[in-house]
């Protein structure tokens, strides 16, 4: 099924708690390849026919305003999803 | 500051409730674009250095291990972030 993806991420200038945590139990168990580490959320539309600029426009509204809150969070992306290019990287890496 | 991507999603034949609540209320608020949302999770992992090929893997070690949880999720992606890219996605939408 055709797919859009959101991606939304907590504002760059505010803490995020939950990824502190993360870099912090990164940093306890040795790892010093990261510094920092953030966690937002990606969510996946299923489209009801083509992916057409209609659709994205529609996704976009959706993000913005029930998908995100706009005060804490910013919508980093609304793209259609890559479906080869995606499984070809996760296999690649 | 270079940054890695992981995406991590519920495995495709659980119940994500929380994604059926979203396509529910979008359902009520009389959207019929989208039939189905799936909520996953995006991890930011700034790196300290150039993201090469040692960078990824570590990247992806710790995405299976530590931020996610193999019994209900997939981690599907592990790349190096596009910034200039996403972001004239966002504007062309």
């Given at each position: 099924m055709p797919t859009i993806v959101v991606d939304v991420m907590p504002?760059?200038?505010?803490?995020?708690p939950q990824g502190k945590a993360v870099a912090g139990a990164l940093r306890r168990l040795g790892?010093?390849?990261?510094t920092g580490v953030r966690i937002g959320k990606r969510f996946e539309l299923t489209v009801d026919g083509p992916v057409d600029d209609a659709a994205l426009a529609s996704a976009r509204e959706i993000a913005e305003?029930?998908?995100?809150?706009s005060v804490i969070e910013d919508v980093v992306a609304v793209r259609e999803a890559e479906t080869v290019a995606a499984a070809a990287e996760v296999g690649a890496v």
């Open positions: 504002k760059a200038e505010l803490l995020d790892n010093t390849t990261f305003s029930l998908l995100s809150n």
